[in-house]
């Protein structure tokens, strides 16, 4: 499986963004997709998940509310409004095929810069 985010950029507080993940190759058997975050400094971190079938998706509690993860087809959005300064950090998109280790494909980052 291979992931392709796109989407980052500048935004000023309170603004908004939208990133999308394409995944390609096969992904027949993708269980879920999600989005992870890293900020500078920082460890990586959860941001949301959406099971292949649309049906089911969770946040992060810092996110709930204010992002929306989607999917259509092989392509998967993350809806994020109400951007916030500590909402800065790389965005990476990953994919769960059902191997031991949860997400087992991972997207190259795209940056999302929040300027107060």
């Known amino acids: 499986v291979q992931l392709q985010a796109s989407g980052g950029g500048l935004v000023q507080a309170g603004g908004s963004l939208r990133l999308s993940c394409v995944a390609s190759?096969?992904?027949?058997?993708?269980?879920?997709m999600g989005w992870y975050r890293q900020a500078p400094g920082k460890d990586r971190e959860f941001v949301a998940v959406?099971?292949?079938?649309?049906?089911s998706a969770y946040y992060a509690d810092s996110v709930k509310g204010r992002f929306t993860i989607s999917k259509a087809e092989n392509t998967v959005y993350l809806q994020m409004n109400s951007l916030k300064a500590e909402d800065t950090a790389v965005y990476y998109c990953?994919?769960?095929?059902?191997?031991?280790?949860?997400?087992?494909?991972w997207g190259k980052g795209t940056l999302v810069t929040v300027s107060s």
């Open positions: 990953a994919a769960d095929t059902g191997g031991p280790n949860g997400m087992d494909y």
């Open positions: 959406i099971w292949w079938s649309g049906r």
């Open positions: 190759g096969r992904t027949f058997g993708t269980i879920r």
